[in-house]
């Protein structure tokens, strides 16, 4: 176990997905958790996160001076290599002159740290103060223009720290950098590899759930198809997965989930279909709100009522007491919180599920990033198209049907959307792209021409976007010949759309979804 401690910035998760990378398990605590905390832990390394711009900072957090005492070795990055150097006894100038972003670091000494790597990087800063002396021991590994100490270790007492961000993609080698710390001065295992996250979870799950049976909602995402194949890996047919179909999801996912699925992993699967009973209720509604609350509200009505059907057919003795739930690690961290680290995110997942207390939950995800959950899926031997789906909105299609949703216009729609899939992965570029929602403008009607004649059709909206996390997004550039083979495909092949537009707006000020 690795601790990052966050400083309150952005960078914690990211650190400790480089280090998860590093094939090393990491897990995020806040500043102010007390230095016998962590310790407790018993980590084998503590990483020490980016922060404010300056120790110097009013209210700027401090770091446990004990903490360089304690034997454990440390990795201090930007605030945290500061903050280090200070609580060392180094020296650390208030230049107040900022260097930030794109810096070249110029290599003195490569030592362990920086073995292997040329003498000058490319590398992301975000600095006010200037490291002007190492502490003492130190070996002076780098600078940069703006900092005379830019990177030091004392490979002896197993300390380390680079004033730059060797977790951005920007910074060269930074993954390489964050290795050396951690195998060749902490001395960590690289264990922490997909078979070994199944292994533990399918024994952590077995002694939870004992006898007992188990409930699993599936929503066609990633996350709740994992986290039940582990289950299921786990208890076998103790597991009783539940498929509420609203008839909302696109082309071919709901017998993904109905096939692909089963066959994969021989899960039991209960499936309802509640199309009709979603469609009768949002008839007529355009507001996305109003579909929101219907579709959120009915999604629990047929979830409870499944939910009940399962328990009753349980066997004698053997009832059922857990529920799983496909939480993330980042949704721990940011509900959670931990000082510093804001709450950013509301989560608006329709279908949220009633919090039942006559359940236990079982999140086998808990500790995991999204990129592991999908090695995990590939480990387990989930078909491809479920492991790499974008994220997808719990109320589907119907919040991309700007104006009332039927099931003619959901037939156009998911007819679009079919096409904008096959093509962009025939395309190679869904690695890239972070998702690519299909818009129907439903309520709006242009004039064009086809063969001899004037037709009168819907605009379908493409907004491809990248993003990291959803809270920011840019518009996705596709390539020219992409995008026109997707509105030829499209205007050919779908008779209702005689136009198909391109969404070029980055989040914010609009938001992924037009609805
Ligand atoms: P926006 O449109 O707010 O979307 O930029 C951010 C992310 O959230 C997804 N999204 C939803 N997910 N229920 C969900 O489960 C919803 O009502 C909902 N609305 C948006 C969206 O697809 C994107 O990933």
Redesign the pocket.
């Known amino acids: 176990l690795v601790l990052v401690v966050d400083f309150g910035a952005q960078y914690a998760q990211l650190i400790a997905r480089r280090v998860r990378e590093a094939n090393v398990y990491s897990e995020i605590v806040p500043h102010t958790m007390p230095l016998e905390e962590m310790l407790a832990k018993q980590p084998k390394a503590i990483i020490l996160s980016g922060g404010p711009s300056s120790v110097y900072e009013p209210g700027a957090p401090q770091l446990d001076p004990q903490i360089v005492e304690s034997d454990v070795p440390l990795f201090g990055i930007c605030y945290g290599f500061m903050a280090m150097a200070q609580a060392l006894g180094g020296q650390v100038a208030r230049t107040g002159q900022r260097e930030y972003g794109r810096t070249r670091v110029s290599v003195l000494d490569r030592g362990t740290l920086l073995q292997g790597l040329p003498e000058e990087l490319v590398s992301w800063m975000s600095h006010g103060d200037e490291v002007v002396a190492a502490p003492e021991g130190f070996r002076v590994n780098a600078k940069s223009p703006r900092a005379t100490v830019a990177a030091f270790e004392d490979t002896g007492r197993r300390l380390a720290g680079v004033q730059w961000h060797p977790e951005v993609l920007h910074s060269e080698h930074g993954q390489q950098i964050l290795e050396r710390f951690l195998v060749d001065i902490a001395g960590c295992r690289q264990t922490w590899t997909s078979v070994n996250i199944v292994d533990e979870q399918v024994e952590k799950i077995r002694a939870e759930v004992g006898d007992a049976r188990v409930i699993c909602g599936l929503s066609g995402g990633v996350d709740s198809a994992v986290a039940a194949a582990l289950v299921q890996r786990a208890i076998g047919d103790q597991l009783t997965c539940v498929f509420v179909d609203h008839g909302l999801l696109r082309e071919g996912e709901a017998e993904q989930v109905e096939q692909d699925f089963v066959a994969a992993t021989g899960v039991d699967l209960k499936v309802v279909d509640a199309a009709e009973r979603f469609l009768g209720h949002l008839a007529g509604v355009a507001d996305p709100e109003e579909k ?1 609350k219907i579709i959120g509200r009915e999604f629990i009505r047929v979830f409870e009522q499944a939910e009940r059907e399962v328990v009753e057919a349980a066997p004698e003795g053997q009832p059922v007491r857990f529920l799983v739930q496909g939480t993330l690690y980042p949704d721990v961290v940011e509900s959670g919180g931990g000082e510093g680290a804001a709450n950013i995110k509301s989560h ?3 279908g949220g599920l009633p919090e039942d207390l006559e359940f236990g939950l079982i999140e086998p995800l808990r500790t995991l990033f999204k990129d592991e959950v999908r090695e995990v899926g590939r480990q387990l031997g989930l078909p491809a198209g479920i492991v790499n789906r974008h ?5 589907g299609l119907a ?1 991309r049907i700007v104006g009332a949703v039927d099931a003619d216009r959901l037939r156009i729609l998911r007819a679009a959307d079919a096409i904008v899939r096959e093509e962009t992965t025939a395309a190679g570029l869904d690695a890239e792209i972070w ?1 690519f929602p299909v818009v129907l403008l439903a309520d709006v009607r242009s004039v064009g021409v086809q063969g001899d004649g004037r037709t009168y059709g819907h605009p379908i909206v493409l907004r491809p976007v990248t993003s990291e996390d ?1 809270m920011t997004a840019d518009w996705g550039r596709l390539p020219y010949d992409v995008l026109e083979q997707i509105s030829t495909r499209i205007t050919n092949e779908v008779d209702e759309v005689n136009r198909v537009v391109l969404d070029v707006t980055s ?1 914010p000020p609009g ?3 037009w609805e």
Do not use: L, S
């Open positions: 929101r608006h997942n329709v994220p997808f909105p719990g109320p919040i998702q959803a989040k938001t992924i979804e």
